[in-house]
């Protein structure tokens, strides 16, 4: 072990609690998967996400068989609780790619001990968005029709329209978060098939690791690949979000015809993307014993990109009420009064307070530090930022330019059932994740020891 | 979402998804069938119920209808005729042309051209007048109601319970059977079991016969039952309907002595004075040509505008389009009558004047200074003074002969109706009466109920008891025998127009369950042995017209819709020196209720027709649902919210139901309207709404005062259809409706138009429609539009419109192509009021159109916004993206898919659609093209005027013009053209192709200061 210290600011938490060297960092993390016996709090929390997965596929196979009739949407309410939801686990997933990506580029190299979960929580968090464009379509059996692919009914997919333009986002996204995390993966498979004593896990995380022997060509290689596949990632931080605001910026709409939807709308995935991981990060590194691995340091970050993003999203806020009065348009300023005085306004305020009050916490530098206020923040932030996305999405459709068309939205317990199914389902794919792949990337920790600095 | 009071679940609305009504009484079967051994087989439900027309059919192995087709069948043809009939067991050869001549319409070609529809003129009757009508007939279905354009009482217009009568035909919740005691019998075994009693009564001159019909115009059934009491001259026609004109009737005895109609001749009349009479709202007698009329007048830029004063009681169609409207009690409306009569001089002794009586002097001094060219209707609801009053008005102001004319009464039987019912009622509890048929009507249920009708029936003691209707109601419960009546659309007859007209009633169809018509039945009693309808019909006229020619007249006639000369001419009548005495309704404390018939149901027998049900009331644009209507003053003293569930007590009797607050009505007055809460409708009417008959008495069938109202602390889910009913926001109104005044307009004749943004403010090229042939566009005149829901239910019929149930509804999901959008301006008490018709505004830059992925909505070099069925995957972005929200979507598998009857009642030309698809107004895109092909194989262009929408053909009050932009000729160009034209929210630069002739009212200057009005 060297006696050099790890160079960081003396007033900073380290980002690795001192005293591990390679091989502890390998053994703690690899030990979580392949020695730790099972215990029983994963089984009930693995349980219960798993019913709820199964109350979600339910749901939505009675809606297969009735029509999204049994949901709340009605005109002029279109688009219900499957949008918000999906807008909302889109911008979950950007703290992932925001995580491994961006600040791999800003050689932020704090980020190695979240990003493995972080991008894991991107991907289950698209698939659960994913879920939501498929079903909310009248006819979910012609969903694919939104693709286009050659076909002998001479029909293309209408270019012109945002849902087009997010089938590309998301699909994009999708893949590329994929391909990311496991390649980032691959040495910590090979890790794991060479630790493993299970024979068929050592065949599985074997054919998984895809030949890794850890040569320096492959390193050199992977290196390469990975910065190529981060600086793809990049630009898809700013643009699924961009065109997913596009869904309700290019519409007419007031409350959605918005020059400011696009920064507001990727601002706000970063927030809610950071308290998710949070939210996730804070147990994990509880029950795992991962407190060294994820420092006070890790918590501290996040917590101020997200009073960072936050005081973005509150700007929009300000200027969607300003424009409001600003732009003179009788229905711009109605649809304002509407959100202050209408039949939403209380969830209005819950939304300001969630999203724009209550964050303001987080200029406390010793809640900043406990991991029990974070945890609360962040799930006030996850509440508030689900309700930004009904405000935007139901309250402006259920008042618009014809006084005889207004409408009121009551979402169903399908619609609830749905809903919490996918954090179900989220949860279910976390806690397998956390079972059986290495939650913290263990080479990338290395990196951060001592011993990894490179003497001259 | 909480289903209160039990209501249906969502899942369980579809109406013709439940279960089929259980007609045969098989827990009954065991007293029928023979004791067996052994297992029992049987071939179908009918045979283990031991039906004894099962036993028929299998003897006579082919149904009726199949063996007695006459004319050369394919094997193909033969094959599906089998299935067919065999299928649907009772529904014999569905598309059987009725074996009598029957004549198409001149308009179209005389042979059958598959594909092509034909259209027949025949008469829609309600309440014993006509509605003339042409009928569309696809392969011999009728399809769609359209208004006679060359008859008089029709012009081309209908009305709303018209359109919606060809669902009563397909209903299949109709009597499909004859039945005794419930069980299924044939018309033979009514025939032999009519014929003891008969033959006993034979002997008696019939003293024990009594014939219950509801009100009758038509000649040959009158001359029928005229012919029963002949043969049984101690027997008796009593005549009862619930909405009758006996007001009416005693006013004109009161006024002249004698019973006579009264017809009005709007287009002369300058000033026009409503008290509390509904003239502009379906099943006015004469409405669909008094729309038209009024509609004319209406028009500032074509001659002079008339002026409508309103006095009314309820809140009304009619009362929105007035002028000046004043809300009275309907109690307090015979004392404004009077101190009117006063100020004009009438002759009637003025009453102490407590009405507003600066309305009473402006109305009088507008009316005087009209003379022979004002008119004062008084309405059906008013006791017998207020008609004699403006009886006797209409007479000083010089009127008669101008705006009135005086007629003999077109209802063949004119008696008072609830004298008549009462003896009758008298005669049953006296056990006076041995056999009673009830033709029609359905006095078991909408009887007064202080005549306890249902229970003289019941316990009356009568031997046999008879009841022909076109469902087995809660009066077919009640008697003996229940014959099914043959609808109108499959059985002849005649019947008279508000004018007395004679239209010849022909069938479309031959009957779908063997129904009978009136006129076999009475036929029967008279002693014929097989009637024939056809036969009757045409030997009454061969009596009137006995001429060499009879075969043209009949054949002139059919083709028509009318027969020459049978118009009822005018009548001298002169006012006796009628002492009407002094009020006869002092103030009346406390608060008032008043009865109406339902905008959407009458008086209760369109309950099981879903379109009607759905239809939202043109006030309260409520549906599936006649809540007690309750003033905002009134509902603010009583501290009662709309959906609130109040007991209303009235004389002891006490009635539960929902309150819902309407605008306009006046103080301390509240509305029912009648018809609701069937027990025996049918699927979708049973149990809808309320019933307020146990309310009504015979003494107070309009009106009853000293209601007590007191609020339960329930509430009660009622589905309306407008989210708000003004266009008034918070920050601002919204110019949805534009509005001035005559002089206002005289002034600034383009204050309606908008700035319209330059054409190139889009990130799309533009497409060159003014180089096609055609660019289709629409011109709906707010003016004219009386708010009479035609076009809604035009535009439901051809366009093969779902109806999605009251839940649905409640939830916004209702699939109105086409909706009446209502709005209130001003003091909710005293409001103004204005309609405004909806479809799809067909922009050319089409918000819908770029937000669609699946281009399933795109736009025709015609500039018709369409919609590709097949092609829609349902996001529903296209309606969150319609400014105007007119984009309906099936949320559920709402069209109903399996009925057989409904398949027959389907527009051909006209996709159905299937759940998870978006759909809208094409502006009957079917009819462009039927047209387009037309002019395309005559190498011409379709002319003006020759092509119109569903919803243009069905307007009484031609309110809507649909046409040819690119013609600068053509009417809609015109209008276009003109300056009350604006569009809906121009500035969003959608360019609609649907456009609105702003409202001009015409205010009397004396109770409206110019200055009153921002």
Redesign the interface.
């Known amino acids: 072990m060297s006696d050099e210290p790890v160079a960081i600011r003396s007033d900073r938490a380290p980002v690795i609690e001192p005293g591990h060297t390679f091989a502890t960092v390998t053994d703690k993390i690899s030990s979580i998967v392949l020695t730790r016996p099972t215990s029983t709090g994963w089984l009930v929390g693995f349980g219960i996400s798993f019913l709820l997965t199964m109350m979600m596929l339910y749901a939505i196979g009675y809606l297969f068989v ?5 949901w ?8 219900g609780f499957a949008i918000v939801n999906f807008v909302w686990w889109i911008g979950i997933g950007h703290a992932g790619t925001l995580i491994s990506a961006i600040l791999l580029l800003l050689r932020q190299s704090w980020r190695n001990s979240i990003n493995r979960f972080a991008e894991a929580m991107t991907l289950f968090a698209v698939s659960c968005a994913g879920v939501f464009p498929l079903i ?5 059996w ?2 694919y ?2 693709f286009p692919y050659p076909n002998t009914m001479n ?4 270019f ?5 333009w997010d ?1 590309f986002a998301v699909s994009t996204y999708a893949t590329i978060s994929l391909v990311f995390w496991f390649i980032g993966l691959i040495p910590d498979l090979a890790t794991l098939r060479d630790r493993s004593e299970n024979h068929w896990a050592r065949i599985i995380y074997g054919m998984l690791a895809m030949g890794w022997r850890g040569s320096a060509r492959h390193w050199h290689r992977y290196e390469t690949a990975y910065l190529l596949l981060a600086g793809l990632a990049t630009p898809l931080v700013l643009s699924v979000h961009t065109v997913v605001s596009f ?1 309700f910026a ?4 007031p409350g959605w015809h918005t020059t400011i939807f696009p920064p507001y709308f990727v601002a706000g995935a970063i927030y809610s993307g950071f308290a998710m991981v949070l939210m996730l990060a804070i147990p994990i590194r509880k029950f795992y014993g991962l407190e060294d691995f994820i420092t006070e340091r890790h918590l501290q970050n996040s917590a101020k990109v997200m009073l960072a993003t936050g005081l973005i999203v509150g700007y929009g806020y300000i200027m969607e009420a300003f424009m409001g009065w600003y732009s003179g348009n ?1 229905y711009e ?2 649809t304002l ?1 509407n959100r202050l ?1 209408g039949p939403y306004a209380f969830w209005y305020y819950m939304l300001l307070t969630c999203n724009l009050v209550i964050p303001q916490l987080l200029w406390i530098r010793k809640l900043r530090t406990s991991p029990v206020a974070l945890f609360l923040l962040s799930a006030v932030i996850l509440v508030g930022m689900w309700l930004e996305r009904f405000i935007i999405v139901v309250v402006s ?1 259920s ?10 939205y ?1 979402p ?1 317990r399908w619609d609830w059932m749905t809903f919490i199914g996918t954090i179900g389902m989220f949860l279910a794919a976390m806690f397998l994740f956390c079972r059986i792949l290495p939650m913290i990337s263990i080479f990338e920790m290395r990196t951060l020891l001592p011993e990894a600095e490179v003497k001259e | ?1 909480p289903q209160p009071n039990g209501q249906t679940l ?2 369980d609305v579809c109406p013709g998804k439940k279960d089929k009504l259980v007609q045969l009484d098989l827990a009954n079967r065991g007293q029928r069938t023979e004791p067996t051994t052994g297992p029992q087989y049987w071939r179908s439900l009918e045979e283990l119920a031991g039906d004894p027309e099962f036993h028929e059919k299998m003897h006579r192995e082919f149904p009726r209808g199949a063996s007695e087709w006459a004319d050369a069948v394919s094997r193909r043809g033969f094959l599906k005729l089998m299935s067919a009939s065999l299928a649907m067991a009772g529904m014999t050869a569905c598309t059987k042309q009725p074996l009598e001549p029957i004549v198409p319409y001149v308009r179209q070609p005389e042979e059958l051209i598959p594909g092509r529809p034909m259209f027949y003129a025949t008469a829609f009757e309600l309440g014993g007048y006509a509605s003339p009508v042409l009928v569309e007939s696809h392969m011999f279905r009728p399809t769609k109601i359209e208004g006679n354009d060359l008859h008089p009482a029709s012009l081309g217009g209908t009305d709303v319970f018209a359109q919606a009568s060809i669902l009563g035909l397909y209903d299949p919740d109709r009597s499909q059977t004859i039945t005794h005691l419930g069980a299924v019998r044939t018309w033979g075994a009514l025939l032999d079991a009519i014929h003891g009693p008969l033959n006993v009564q034979k002997a008696l001159a019939g003293a024990g016969i009594r014939i219950l019909t509801p009100t009758i115009s038509s000649p040959a059934l009158a001359d029928q039952l005229r012919a029963v009491l002949k043969v049984y001259p101690q027997a008796k026609w009593h005549v009862y309907e619930p909405v009758n004109r006996d007001n009416v009737l005693e006013g004109a005895k009161l006024a002249f002595g004698q019973p006579v109609e009264t017809r009005y001749q709007l287009e002369n009349a300058d000033v026009i004075l409503s008290l509390d009479a509904d003239f502009l709202y379906a099943g006015y007698p004469g409405f669909a040509r008094y729309a038209y009329d009024f509609a004319k007048r209406r028009d500032p830029d074509a001659g002079s505008m008339n002026r409508l004063y309103v006095v009314e009681s309820t809140a009304t169609s009619t009362g929105g389009k007035a002028d000046h409207r004043l809300p009275l009690k309907a109690t307090e409306i015979e004392g404004f009558a009077r101190a009117l009569a006063g100020s004009l001089a009438a002759g009637a002794n003025g009453a102490a004047n407590s009405q507003p009586a600066k309305f009473v002097n402006a109305v009088a001094d507008d009316l005087k200074a009209h003379p022979g060219s004002s008119l004062i209707i008084a309405g059906d609801h008013q006791p017998p003074a207020v008609h004699a009053l403006a009886h006797a008005m209409n007479q000083t102001l010089g009127n008669v002969g101008k705006t009135v004319v005086y007629t003999d009464p077109v209802d063949a039987n004119p008696v008072n109706q609830n004298e008549s019912l009462q003896e009758l009622v008298a005669e049953m509890r006296g056990g006076k009466v041995d056999l009673l048929v009830i033709m029609g009507g359905n006095p078991a249920y909408d009887a007064p109920a202080d005549f306890g009708f249902a229970d003289a029936l019941k316990n009356g003691g009568i031997p046999l008891r008879i009841h022909l209707g076109l469902y087995n109601d809660e009066t077919a419960e009640l008697c003996h025998w229940h014959v099914n009546r043959a609808h109108y659309l499959e059985s002849w007859g005649d019947t008279r127009a508000y004018d007395g007209t004679v239209s010849v009633v022909q069938p479309l169809i031959a009957p779908l369950y063997d129904g009978k018509s009136p006129l076999e039945l009475a036929a029967v009693l008279a002693g014929q042995a097989d009637p024939n309808s056809h036969a009757i019909v045409q030997a009454y006229w061969q009596k009137q017209h006995p001429g060499a020619d009879f075969d043209m007249f009949w054949r002139r006639s059919l083709n028509n819709g009318w027969i020459d000369g049978t118009a009822c001419p005018t009548k001298q009548v002169s006012p006796r020196a009628a002492n009407l005495g002094t009020s006869s309704a002092a103030d009346s404390p406390g608060i008032e209720l008043s009865f109406r018939r339902d905008p959407s149901l009458y008086d209760g027998r369109f309950a099981n027709i879903g379109w009607l049900q759905e239809l939202p009331r043109p006030m309260s644009k409520m549906t599936w649902d006649n809540p007690v209507l309750i003033g905002p003053a009134l509902a603010e003293r009583l501290r009662l919210n709309s959906k609130d569930v109040v007991e209303l007590e009235l004389n002891g009797r006490k009635i539960e139901a929902a309150v819902w607050i309407q605008a306009g009505l006046p103080d301390n007055s509240v509305t029912v309207y009648l018809g609701s809460g069937r027990t025996r409708a049918g699927r979708v009417g049973t149990g809808a709404g309320f019933n307020f008959y146990p309310l009504r008495s015979s003494a107070a069938p309009w009106v009853a005062s000293g209601v007590q109202i007191r609020p339960t602390g329930g509430t009660y889910m009622l589905a309306c259809t ?6 008034d ?4 109104a ?1 110019p ?1 409706v534009r509005v001035a005044t005559l002089d206002e307009y005289r002034k600034e004749p383009d204050f309606a138009k908008d700035e319209e943004p330059p054409a190139e403010l889009t990130l ?1 090229p533009g497409f060159p429609y003014h180089s096609e042939l055609y660019a289709w566009g629409m011109a709906i005149d707010l003016n004219k539009c009386v708010g009479c829901n035609n076009c809604i239910i035009a535009c439901q019929s051809e366009n093969n419109i779902p109806i999605v149930g009251k839940e ?1 509804t409640g ?3 209702h699939m109105h192509w086409l ?1 009446v ?1 209502a ?1 209130y301006e001003g003091d909710r008490n005293h409001p103004k009021a204005y309609f ?1 018709p ?1 479809p799809c505004q067909q922009c050319e830059n089409a ?1 819908c159109e ?6 399933a909505t795109t736009h025709s070099t015609e500039g018709l916004n369409d919609m590709v069925y097949n ?7 296209c ?3 319609c ?3 007119v ?7 709402f069209q109903d898919w399996e009925t057989p009857q409904y398949k027959m009642m389907r527009n051909p030309d006209v996709t159905v659609r299937s ?4 759909e809208k107004c094409t502006y009957c895109v079917q009819r462009i093209n039927e047209h387009r092909i037309d002019a395309e194989k005559a190498e011409t262009k379709i002319k003006d005027g020759e092509l119109q929408t569903a919803c243009q053909q069905s307007c009484p009050a031609d309110a809507i013009v649909f046409g040819n932009l690119n013609d600068p000729e053509s009417q809609v160009s015109k209008l276009k053209a003109g300056h009350r034209n604006y569009s809906l ?1 121009a500035d ?1 630069n ?1 360019r609609p192709r649907t456009t609105y002739l702003a409202v001009i009212r015409n205010p009397n200057p004396e109770l409206e200061a110019p200055a009153e009005r921002s």
């Not at chain 1, 029909?155 to 209408?158: F, I, K, S």
């Not at chain 1, 012109?160 to 087009?164: G, K």
């Not at chain 2, 407008?722 to 266009?727: K, S, V």
């Not at chain 2, 984009?887 to 598998?893: D, K, P, W």
Request: proline residues 7%; hydrophobic residues 40%; glycine residues 12%.
């Open positions: 009735r029509g999204i009739g049994i709340g949407v009605t005109i002029p309410i279109g688009w909310h379509v009248g006819r979910p012609l969903a029709w939104l029909y293309w997919p209408q012109r329209s945002p849902l087009v089938v869904d290019i519409g007419i709409v009788r300023a109605f009064w005085h459709l008042r618009d330019f014809q006084n005889s068309s207004w409408g009121m009551y169903t | 979402m969502r899942e407008q989210g708000e009913q003004t266009m926001t918070p920050v601002g919204r949805l799309y649905q939830l916004g999901r909706r959008d709005y405004q909806v918000p770029v937000v669609c992925p699946v281009g092609r829609c995957v349902g996001t529903r972005y309606s969150n993206n400014p105007y929200k984009r309906r979507f099936n949320f559920l598998l759940r998870g698809v978006m929210l969003l959608v």
